[in-house]
């Protein structure tokens, strides 16, 4: 992903995921999300929002963790 392109998808995702995030909000972007940090990027400091929701919410933070472990697997062939 080039910087122009992740910094475009930043940008939507603040935009998307400004002040309160709940479960819908964070569904949207999640499967984005979990690709950035799958690569490296920090939830924390992209996103703090979506970070606050999936430390408080059990459904989207599994989730968020099955789409990583997926991401993952294929990274390592294993998919």
Same mark, same amino acid.
């Given at each position: 992903?080039?910087? @122009?392109? #992740?910094? @475009?998808?930043?940008?939507?995702?603040?935009? %998307?995921?400004?002040?309160?995030?709940d479960?819908?909000?964070?569904?949207?972007?999640?499967?984005?999300?979990?690709? #950035?940090?799958? %690569?490296?990027?920090?939830? @924390?400091?992209?996103?703090? %929002?979506?970070?606050?929701? #999936?430390?408080?919410?059990?459904?989207?933070?599994?989730?968020?963790?099955?789409?990583?472990?997926?991401?993952?697997?294929?990274?390592a062939? @294993?998919?």
């Amino acid at each position: 992903m080039d910087k @122009q392109t #992740l910094s @475009q998808l930043v940008d939507d995702i603040y935009s %998307a995921h400004a002040g309160q995030v709940d479960c819908e909000r964070c569904d949207e972007q999640m499967d984005c999300l979990a690709e #950035l940090v799958s %690569a490296g990027y920090d939830c @924390q400091l992209m996103v703090p %929002a979506v970070q606050a929701h #999936l430390n408080c919410c059990p459904t989207c933070r599994e989730t968020f963790k099955a789409l990583l472990k997926i991401l993952d697997a294929q990274q390592a062939g @294993q998919v």
